[in-house]
């Protein structure tokens, strides 16, 4: 991925991240801390992980990948269905990758992406419905990959945007109909792409953003919450956006975040509580990058703070990752509006 495109941070925005997330530990679970108590957090360039899958993947500043955890339909891409509490190298010259909890994709520095994983509704791309447990070769000439559940999309550097597994997303919660299993060309004139649950967001090259899909709960942002078969404009002068399960998020050219769709434990960010909001609101100011999990959101602005809102776990992040990864729960806390989480966060190198 490149510029205006969803950045993974490094340092404490890595961790937020994890802390956001569960991860399933064995009955070994102190081997998750000591396993890895000689490796640092700078090590590793890109971070990736399964929100609820129990599963990790890393690009270390050599881009090689490396995965971890549970392996159900060989999510961890190392030919197996066996899971792994210790790190095991997939691919080499990765600088981009895209978990979704059962399948992935990698995006090589030569524009290549590989898949592998869950393959029931052909969201791998080879044509094929069965569990991949290797990476296979998809396309080439892409710049960016998104994916979510059982959709994948590509943008390739002609912009034009690619998609398969489930494409028909308005009644992906319903019914599956439409699953490709080799990728389709959908739209042109495509810089940017965020699939989400059963909606997608995209920016077109004079950043206009556009969604289509599911809608119940106001996440495309037109106002209504009526589903879309085809694209529907939202807004104009947009950088960046974030589709998650029943919201989402964008940064326009001055840096102003806004939020729209479900707002369940105040993940807009917003101390008035409504649990619908169909129509884009605006958030904060400043920000440079955001992250939209499925109960919580974190933003980091241009003054290097990170900020945090929804249902999180402890902010207390240095201390508390290193308890979870002793296999101890950390406890959430709801935050109805964006407070400083931590200060001096700076972009890595990479900006995808």
């Keep these: 991925m490149i510029n205006k495109l969803k950045i993974i941070m490094s340092g404490i925005l ?10 399933h530990s064995s009955n070994n679970s102190n081997n998750y801390y000591n396993e890895y108590a000689h490796m640092s957090i700078n090590d590793f360039q890109s971070f990736s992980i ?21 392996n159900f339909h060989g999510r961890l891409g190392d030919g197996t ?63 960016m990959i998104s994916a979510f559940n059982h959709t994948t999309m590509a943008i390739c550097v002609n912009n034009i945007l690619w998609g398969w597994g489930i494409i028909d997303l308005s009644q992906a919660e319903n019914v599956i109909v439409d699953d ?9 004139n495509i810089s940017y ?28 942002g037109d106002g209504s919450t009526n ?7 939202i807004m104009s002068d947009v950088i960046n ?20 769709g479900g707002n369940l434990n105040h993940h807009l960010g917003l ?46 992040l240095s201390y508390e990752f290193y308890r979870m990864l002793e296999g101890q729960r950390v406890q959430p806390i709801t935050l109805s509006y964006p407070i400083k989480t931590t200060t001096n966060i700076m972009l890595p190198n990479r900006v995808f």
Aim: net charge negative; aromatic share 12%.
């Design 81 to 143: 269905t066996t899971h792994r509490n210790y790190l095991s190298q997939v691919m080499t010259n990765v600088v981009s990758v895209c978990s979704t909890g059962n399948h992935t994709l990698a995006l090589t520095s030569d524009g290549e992406v590989w898949a592998w994983g869950y393959n029931r509704f052909g969201q791998v791309g080879n044509g094929s419905t069965q569990a991949q447990l290797r990476p296979v070769h998809i396309m080439d000439d892409v710049r």
């Design 50 to 70: 399964a929100g609820s899958s129990g599963h990790a993947l890393f690009i270390d500043n050599n881009n090689n990948l490396y995965s971890w955890g549970n």
């Design 193 to 220: 792409v965020s699939v989400g649950s059963s909606h997608v967001a995209v920016i077109k090259t004079d950043n206009t953003l556009w969604t289509w899909g599911w809608n119940l709960y106001g996440q495309l």
């Design 227 to 233: 589903e879309y078969f085809e694209p529907i404009y």
């Design 241 to 260: 956006v974030v589709a998650s399960s029943i919201n989402t998020m964008a940064i326009k050219s001055d840096n102003s975040l806004w939020g729209w």
């Design 180 to 188: 490709q299993h080799y990728p389709v060309a959908l739209m042109d």
């Design 271 to 316: 101390e008035s509580y409504e649990e619908i909001i169909p129509y884009p609101v605006h958030v904060m100011d400043y920000v440079v990058a955001v992250l939209n999990s499925a109960n919580s959101a974190q933003a980091l602005t241009s003054d290097g703070v990170l900020w945090s809102w929804g249902r999180i776990f402890n902010p207390l």
């Design 14 to 23: 890595l961790t937020l991240l994890l802390c956001s997330c569960t991860i």
